[in-house]
């Protein structure tokens, strides 16, 4: 199986600031990876997916980037409302379509 | 419209068993493949299960394999989630997801709260 490793697992960061989330795979994808943002007590919501694809009605800020075992998420000009915990995933086999251990986003 | 919607959550104790269940509409639920995914109290997103569109081929986490059965009714539109010999680490919201546009989990339920205590 494999396995996904975020870093880090948590950031506090001031409005404005650019934010990178980390991303390893214990073996190399073929970029089948998706990243989501679940807000307090909301259900999970898919901002990036195919590693670099921004899905629609996710804001311009969101970005993902990477290839082969290693994977980011950028948040340019971080703001009140990225407020969250952010999870890389890969689906890039039939089973299982593990997740990372989630960064909290903090503001600062 | 597209959505999922839980139910059947609830207490059990220990070696008990629940049944989950995952009512779809809006969209042509026989032609995706289906989950679960469990998030326990404080903690991050477990897969936990995923069947086939047609039902053939299923797949589990291996914290569950062996206890919990993923099935699904087409006809009815309806995921189903067997959860047997629960155990007080099974504690969780259960989420039924899939993906419609093969971008990994586009459509999400609210979720169904188990709780396994004595």
């Known amino acids: 199986d494999i396995e996904m490793t975020q870093s880090p697992t948590s950031l506090s960061a001031s409005l404005g600031d650019r934010v990178t989330i980390n991303c390893r795979a214990s073996?190399?994808?073929?970029?089948?990876v998706a990243w989501y943002q679940q807000k307090p007590g909301k259900v999970p919501k898919l901002l990036i997916y195919?590693?670099?694809s921004l899905r629609s009605g996710v804001p311009s800020r969101f970005s993902g980037s990477g290839s082969g075992t290693e994977f980011t998420l950028t948040i340019n000009t971080l703001q009140p409302e990225d407020l969250a915990t952010y999870y890389c995933q890969t689906y890039d086999s039939s089973a299982p379509w593990t997740f990372g251990q989630g960064t909290t986003v903090e503001i600062k | 419209e597209v959505q999922l919607l839980e139910s059947g959550g609830g207490w059990v104790q220990p070696g008990g068993s629940l049944r989950l269940s995952c009512a779809a509409s809006?969209?042509?639920?026989?032609?995706?493949?289906m989950s679960w995914v469990r998030q326990a109290p404080g903690k991050g997103l477990e897969w936990v299960s995923r069947i086939s569109n047609g039902g053939a081929t299923t797949h589990y986490a291996d914290s569950v394999k062996g206890r919990f059965s993923v099935s699904r009714d087409n006809a009815e539109n309806t995921l189903y989630l067997q959860l047997n010999s629960l155990r007080d680490e099974d504690t969780a919201m259960y989420y039924c997801?899939?993906?419609?546009?093969?971008?990994?989990?586009?459509?999400w339920g609210q979720g169904t709260l188990v709780t396994v205590s004595s």
């Open positions: 809006g969209f042509i639920f026989s032609g995706h493949a």
């Open positions: 997801a899939t993906s419609l546009g093969d971008m990994g989990y586009d459509l």
């Open positions: 073996r190399g994808l073929r970029n089948y």
């Open positions: 195919a590693a670099t």
